[in-house]
């Protein structure tokens, strides 16, 4: 069965950087669009970033446009979200997710990311 599992996430002061991890398995990771997603608690799901199945097209939401950089290693069926200049707005729970935007059908449990000072 799909499992996607997410690491990477922890706390760090505004201006910060983490990069996120997503492990891929039971389906063939290099044939699929690939997306993060993200959820503050009391809020629905936000679509952050979504690569191709290569990784040579990718698109960003504007709130983390010229500061996240998603990106991909089909050998190592792993999908990667770099996050540079974060902001207290950043925090939230970040997903992975198996598909294209607002066409999601699997996603891992989620990494917590929180921005505070």
């Known amino acids: 069965q799909v499992q996607l599992v997410e690491s990477g996430g922890g706390l760090v002061q505004p201006g910060g950087s983490l990069r996120l991890s997503c492990a891929a398995s039971g389906f063939t990771f290099s044939s699929y669009v690939m997306s993060w997603v993200r959820q503050v608690p009391g809020k629905g799901l936000e679509w952050v970033s979504v690569?191709?199945?290569?990784?040579?097209?990718?698109s960003y939401a504007d709130s983390v446009k010229g500061r996240f950089i998603i990106s991909r290693d089909n050998a190592k069926n792993t999908l990667y979200l770099q996050m540079n200049s974060l902001k207290p707005e950043d925090t939230a729970v970040y997903y992975c997710?198996?598909?294209?935007?607002?066409?999601?059908?699997?996603w891992g449990q989620g990494t917590q990311v929180t921005v505070s000072s």
């Open positions: 997710a198996k598909g294209p935007r607002r066409n999601y059908d699997s």
């Open positions: 690569i191709n199945s290569v990784g040579g097209s990718t």
